[in-house]
């Protein structure tokens, strides 16, 4: 039987959401946590994407499978509540759990999805409060001209300028609907981008060379090149990583 959990993450200790040989990862933390309350070892988790290391999630969804019997509710599937529930209570707490709940068996965690949204936040001013979760820019930018490059981006399929160099991808093909800064207050703003699917670092990549737009370091027809030429030396910089938020996935 399939399940799918709803979790969500501070990714600042984590080297991403993907397995890495070199440091942990939310995936690990949790394929661990299921195995331990479920007691059964090969426990596999799949996720709707992969976060790059320092990236959080205010929701991510991931499956596995389980066929055998656990908690009050046997002959009947996972007791979805209780399992939540342990599960919060074994994961460290820069993890979380949501919602477990099972799903047909062809639903799958990344390919089921229709879209995922992100949020990149940027605010202009020091801030204790905001500074581990946005990225403090002291230079000042033009949001509307910022915005009106953001719009171009719904005109194009193909974002290989965007996408990190030598990342094993088959296509850099993906379909944004929506894009656009949104100010929060007079000093901090968020950058919302919505896709079917994203490439590796894209977001942050894109930020970046948004931001070289708002700064005049790059023309609306510079951007548009950008686009069109498909190199990723002709992007901007990608921005850090610690105000990147995956926000939303649809089903």
């Given at each position: 039987?399939?399940?799918f959990?709803?979790?969500?993450?501070?990714?600042?200790?984590?080297?991403?959401w993907?397995?890495q040989?070199?440091?942990?990862?939310?995936?690990?933390?949790?394929?661990?946590?299921?195995?331990?309350?479920?007691?059964?070892?090969d426990?596999l988790?799949?996720?709707a994407?992969?976060?790059?290391?320092?990236v959080?999630?205010?929701?991510?969804?991931a499956?596995?499978?389980?066929?055998?019997?656990w908690?009050?509710k046997q002959?009947?599937?996972?007791?979805?509540?209780?399992l939540?529930?342990?599960?919060?209570?074994?994961?460290p707490?820069?993890?979380a759990?949501?919602?477990?709940?099972?799903?047909r068996?062809?639903?799958?965690?990344?390919?089921?999805a229709?879209?995922?949204?992100?949020?990149?936040?940027?605010?202009?001013?020091?801030?204790?409060?905001?500074?581990?979760?946005?990225?403090?820019?002291?230079?000042?930018?033009d949001?509307?001209l910022?915005?009106?490059?953001?719009?171009?981006?719904l005109?194009?399929?193909?974002?290989?300028a965007?996408?990190?160099?030598h990342?094993?991808?088959?296509?850099t093909?993906c379909?944004?609907?929506?894009?656009?800064?949104?100010?929060?207050?007079?000093?901090?703003?968020?950058?919302?981008?919505?896709a079917?699917?994203?490439?590796?670092n894209?977001?942050?990549?894109?930020?970046?060379?948004?931001?070289?737009v708002?700064?005049?370091?790059?023309?609306?027809d510079?951007?548009?090149?950008?686009?069109?030429g498909?190199?990723?030396?002709?992007?901007?910089?990608?921005?850090?990583?610690n105000?990147?938020?995956?926000?939303?996935?649809?089903?």
């Amino acid at each position: 039987m399939r399940y799918f959990i709803t979790l969500s993450y501070d990714g600042t200790h984590y080297h991403g959401w993907q397995i890495q040989p070199n440091g942990p990862s939310v995936q690990e933390k949790l394929q661990w946590a299921l195995s331990t309350i479920l007691r059964q070892e090969d426990i596999l988790v799949t996720g709707a994407g992969r976060t790059d290391a320092g990236v959080h999630a205010r929701m991510m969804v991931a499956h596995f499978d389980f066929c055998g019997f656990w908690g009050e509710k046997q002959g009947e599937g996972l007791d979805c509540k209780q399992l939540a529930y342990k599960l919060n209570r074994l994961l460290p707490q820069d993890i979380a759990i949501q919602a477990i709940q099972p799903v047909r068996d062809d639903m799958h965690a990344r390919f089921s999805a229709t879209s995922r949204t992100y949020h990149y936040y940027i605010h202009t001013i020091k801030d204790p409060f905001r500074r581990a979760y946005s990225c403090e820019l002291h230079y000042p930018l033009d949001f509307k001209l910022m915005n009106v490059a953001a719009a171009m981006l719904l005109n194009y399929e193909d974002f290989g300028a965007f996408c990190k160099a030598h990342a094993d991808v088959k296509t850099t093909l993906c379909h944004v609907t929506v894009a656009e800064w949104r100010e929060t207050s007079p000093t901090s703003w968020y950058f919302e981008i919505t896709a079917n699917r994203f490439l590796r670092n894209m977001v942050r990549a894109i930020v970046g060379t948004l931001i070289d737009v708002g700064r005049g370091r790059l023309s609306l027809d510079d951007f548009r090149k950008v686009i069109e030429g498909r190199r990723r030396t002709e992007a901007g910089e990608s921005m850090p990583a610690n105000a990147l938020f995956l926000e939303n996935i649809t089903y």
